[in-house]
């Protein structure tokens, strides 16, 4: 989604903000802008599409010595991805750049238009800097406009401001969408997340909703909450992969033994929570967006059957609204892989509001969700580049697996024997993850035989029903086909009224996990004449295709195996579709508006 970058300081500005919106890049966009301030010149360009466009038009645009910069990619919320759209918006002599939504900003803009200003975009930002302009000629000094201006502003936002009579600072508030500001020797750099400031800065700020301000070289020091930050810059390589999501496919048994680091000893779970975490537990609560949510889903089935907890799982974006009942007695645990998913973020702000006990599993530190979550989990995956989650999705079950495990071991509602039996459980369905090359070839064959028809069902039963639910939502990101994921025996509730031969049915059929209930909801389907293609450990001839995995002692290896065939197959379609697969139309990998 949008992102940001701004810089004070000497260096080459231009060269700065772009490749600080490169490390971007992978979050999706569809335009892109930056504006420099220096010698008193305040030079603007944006462009729609990649950042390449950028970089072409500002080719031949250089600017010496000191100045400040911002930068900006934008998903398009209000207007269209269009030229005009893009951030910076601009005034008289201000530029902005802004993440988040603006919500009252059409009163804002009749007001601004009452008084002459004239609007060049449709978008919400553009309000900031007129009304800046306009506090400017109230209130002489500068902060004091720019803290007028925040004011009147009603949404979530992460905005950076310069102006041509302040050439040396940058104005600056957060509410609701994640800012950080770090410091080298003489420099300063803001950031929408961590990742562009990575290898340039020794120290980091990250700022707190209702933060705002102004800052030069000098006033770093006067922010609270400063950390260092070290780290060099580790940019992520396809690794002669053709894609990073295939990449991350095929790395997910690797880096989910990072999950399990120093947690498993001597076949017992050992978790960085308080001693008296799972006191006043007796229900869980799981809230989250897409994939995490579908990892949520899964959670269910594995803390009721596996660790005895009763466990209900909401979309966040419902759950807000929701007038949701609280009980003390609740972990509410919301999973991220992003950390900056804005309906997740709320969601847990409310249950901390309700002074519930809250927990986050994520995949990145500092991040909101982690800073404001009472305690967190890391899934310790690295970066996920590909929009399409893979081992996001993987590693949080894996990890919401061994929390389950825990609390229940903790609570004595499971056996040490039994501990030990799920530990080995956990790590052989690791193991269940490495891709088998023969299995990737069958996929890239059979894949051609998915490109058309006028759907695809997903179907599985129990936690096999939240894995046909990915294994749909895979599909469509990248394919732009229609998918949806059922429980099997849901189907002839009303789904099966679209069976015929162009319907396309991937049908999860475990062995170790209601085989003859899988099996009778897919004969239903096979006997409508539905195209049927199994994904099993054993032949079977109900199917028009079949997908072997290979063979495997318990339910949970399946689900893993079964993961990566979905995770595959959605990935060669794309291919075959010509799509692109790593940042595929419409989405963004971390979603900061509501
Ligand atoms: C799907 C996908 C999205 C995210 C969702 C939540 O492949 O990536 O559905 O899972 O936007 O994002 P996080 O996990 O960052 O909160």
Known sequence: MCGIVGYIGSNEKKNIILSGLKELEYRGYDSAGISVLSNNILSTFKTTGKLINLENKCKDFNSSGFGVAIGHTRWATHGKATEVNAHPHFGESSSVVHNGIIENFLEVKQLLESRGKIFLSQTDTEVIVHLFEENLKIYPNHLEAFKNTINSLIGSYAILLITKSAPDRIFYAKNGSPLLIGASKDEIYFASSSTPLIGLIDRVCYLEDGDIGVMDTKSFDNLKNIQPMGGEKISSQKDGYRYFMEKEIYEQHKVLKDTLRNRILDDDIILDLPDNFEDDISRIYICACGTSYNAGLSAKYLFEREAKIKTDVVIASEFRYADPI?????????????????????????????????????????????????????????????????????????????????????????????????????????????????????????????????????????????????????????????????????????????????????????????????????????????????????????????????????????????????????????????????????????????
């Not at 002839?492 to 059929?509: N, Q, R, T, Y």
């Not at 209930?517 to 293609?533: F, G, P």
Request: charged share 25%; net charge neutral; with cysteine.
């Open 326 to 594: 609280m009980e003390k007695d609740t972990l509410f645990i919301v999973i991220s892989q992003s950390g900056e998913t804005a309906d997740t973020l709320e969601a847990l702000k409310l249950a901390n509001k309700n002074n519930l006990k809250t927990l986050a599993i994520c995949n990145v530190d500092n991040s909101s969700i982690v800073r404001e979550a009472k305690y967190s989990l890391l899934t310790r995956v690295g970066i996920e580049k590909g929009v399409a989650s893979t081992k996001a999705f993987s590693s949080q079950v894996i990890l919401l697996w061994m929390l389950g495990i825990y609390i229940a071991k903790k609570k004595s509602l499971i056996s040490i024997e039994q501990v030990r039996t799920q530990v080995s459980n956990i790590k052989a369905s690791i193991e269940a993850t490495k891709v088998n090359a023969c299995i990737h070839d069958r996929l890239k064959k059979i894949s051609k035989r998915y490109l058309h028809g006028h759907g695809f069902f997903f179907i599985g039963r129990d936690i096999f029903y939240p894995l046909a639910l990915e294994g749909a939502l895979k599909l469509k990101e990248i394919s732009y086909l229609h998918a949806d994921g059922y429980p099997g025996g849901e189907m002839k509730h009303g789904p099966i009224a679209l069976a015929d031969s162009e319907l396309f049915c991937v049908s999860l059929m475990p062995k170790h996990l209601l085989y003859d209930k899988i099996k009778n909801n897919i004969q239903e389907l096979s006997a409508r004449d539905a195209t049927i293609c199994i994904v099993a450990q054993e032949y079977n001839d109900i199917a028009d295709d079949i997908v072997l995995i290979d063979k495997f002692n318990s339910y949970m290896e399946e689900f893993f195996a079964m993961m990566i065939v979905l995770q595959l197959l959605a990935l060669e379609i794309s291919i075959r579709l010509g799509n692109d697969v790593d940042m595929p139309r419409n989405l963004a990998k971390s979603v900061t508006v509501e």
